[in-house]
């Protein structure tokens, strides 16, 4: 059993027949009262986002959840292929469950694709990636001191603020879950 006190973002249990995912948890202890756990959920098959509270006694079922090792292969349209690295067997899965950061993944690149009891809801890219620089304005040596940001495109047409100092053609390492710059490679 999966108990209210003991949740974690990323934990998914069984609230009144769906499948949650705790996204943000907090513990309340209030000076009047009996604490309580505020929490933010999505349900992982339709994506919807509610808050909750609950008493930190609560118990729910745990919901299992499938994480299988994929490789990405192209899109076509609102269908993004993938490959299972096992068996070879090819999927498609439709553009709206892809979360915002899969726009840092690029093809050939291995993901973990998320499932309950066969249905796939999410796709999680790697938590850091290195993609090519392919524009930005000319950069300026030297100039790291300030902190200064300017925008970029990377080679899978994201775009994240990056320092002065990167041009066209660096390498860099990216953040997946915050889509911030992390260094140059």
């Given at each position: 059993?999966v108990i209210a006190g003991d949740f974690k973002n990323g934990v998914t249990f069984e609230l009144d027949g769906?499948?949650?995912?705790?996204?943000?948890?907090?513990?309340?202890?209030?000076?009047?009262?009996?604490?309580?756990?505020?929490?933010?959920?999505?349900?992982?098959?339709?994506?919807?986002?509610?808050?909750?509270?609950?008493?930190?006694?609560?118990?729910?079922?745990?919901?299992?959840?499938?994480?299988?090792?994929?490789?990405?292969?192209?899109?076509?349209?609102?269908?993004?292929?993938?490959?299972?690295?096992?068996?070879?067997?090819?999927?498609?899965?439709?553009?709206?469950?892809?979360s915002d950061n899969f726009k840092f993944v690029k093809e050939n690149m291995t993901v973990r694709v998320l499932?309950?009891?066969?249905?796939?809801?999410?796709?999680?890219?790697?938590?850091?990636?290195?993609?090519?620089?392919?524009?930005?304005?000319?950069?300026?040596?030297?100039?790291?001191?300030?902190?200064?940001?300017?925008?970029?495109?990377?080679?899978?047409?994201?775009?994240?603020?990056?320092?002065?100092?990167?041009?066209?053609?660096d390498i860099l390492k990216i953040d997946t879950r915050t889509g911030e710059y992390l260094e140059r490679v």
């Open positions: 059993m769906n499948v949650m995912q705790v996204i943000e948890f907090q513990h309340v202890k209030p000076g009047k009262g009996a604490a309580f756990v505020r929490t933010k959920l999505r349900n992982v098959i339709t994506g919807g986002v509610v808050e909750k509270t609950f008493s930190p006694t609560e118990k729910f079922p745990p919901a299992f959840v499938d994480r299988k090792e994929m490789q990405y292969l192209y899109a076509d349209g609102d269908l993004y292929y993938f490959m299972d690295t096992e068996t070879y067997d090819q999927i498609p899965i439709n553009e709206n469950v892809l499932s309950y009891k066969g249905n796939v809801y999410g796709v999680e890219p790697p938590m850091f990636v290195e993609l090519e620089v392919t524009e930005t304005e000319p950069g300026f040596k030297g100039d790291t001191a300030t902190g200064t940001t300017k925008p970029a495109t990377l080679e899978t047409g994201a775009q994240i603020k990056v320092p002065l100092f990167v041009n066209e053609g």
